[in-house]
């Protein structure tokens, strides 16, 4: 599958999109379409704590809910692109809703949807090559970040010393488990290189390191 990157955040291509709902519809299928949301609102919500889907059978028109998502600082609707009835829905998103966050575009998918309407796929539906400006004024206009993996845990250290940094660093490391992310921003100015050495003395992996402004932005991935 080929990938579009806009400004880091990840379009699959090959499915189309609602942009303004933050949606995606995958149509290889003959008769039933996938339907689940985009990076822009997995960004948007934070790390997803629980989602409620509609039944299977459930009739619903274009533009209304077919599920709610919630966070410890998000609760939202995902509008159905088209009016359709639910054939089936993702109960692993049920149990486990970060599934949503990591992987929106394959095991994070929400329902099966059979096309009801005489306008299969509507004109709100396009490929990401007919959507990059919208996408892109999009993530600016709200401030949207997407990182290389999505965080379990963020740590905002701003006027912080990185030698303090990283004891707290260090203790959320011990806690947590292997394979959760820290999303971690300092603006010590020595942070980039004292993260190296941290790394390279603890054996954890910085995935991505991201300057932003007076800002540095960094991705740590407990591997041990």
């Not at 699959?12 to 303004?20: A, F, N, S």
């Not at 575009?105 to 509507?122: R, T």
């Not at 999009?138 to 997407?146: A, F, K, W, Y």
């Not at 490391?173 to 004292?194: C, F, M, N, P, R």
């Amino acid at each position: 599958m080929n990938l579009m990157k806009i400004d880091n955040c990840i379009f699959p291509e090959g499915l189309l999109y609602d942009i303004e709902n933050f949606v995606w519809v995958d149509v290889k299928a003959t008769k039933v379409v996938t339907i689940g949301i985009t990076t822009l609102l997995s960004s948007i919500s934070g790390r997803l704590s629980t989602i409620k889907l509609k039944e299977v059978g459930t009739e619903i028109e274009k533009g209304k809910g077919l599920a709610t998502i919630e966070s410890n600082k998000y609760f939202g609707v995902v509008r159905a692109p088209l009016t359709g009835r639910i054939i089936e829905v993702n109960e692993f998103i049920r149990r486990k809703p970060k599934l949503v966050n990591d992987f929106p575009y394959s095991y994070g998918w929400f329902v099966k949807m059979e096309p009801l309407s005489i306008d299969k796929y509507p004109v709100n539906l396009q490929p990401i090559e007919n959507c990059h400006d919208k996408v892109k004024a999009l993530i600016n206009d709200l401030h949207i970040r997407c990182f290389v993996a999505y965080p379990d845990y963020e740590m905002y250290e701003i006027g912080v010393e990185c030698a303090a940094t990283l004891t707290k660093l260090d203790e959320l490391i011990s806690k947590i488990e292997i394979g959760e992310i820290v999303h971690l921003v300092s603006d010590d100015k020595t942070a980039d290189l004292e993260m190296i050495r941290w790394s390279q003395e603890s054996g954890q992996s910085i995935l991505e390191t991201r300057p932003e402004e007076n800002l540095l932005h960094f991705i740590v991935k407990k591997v041990k």
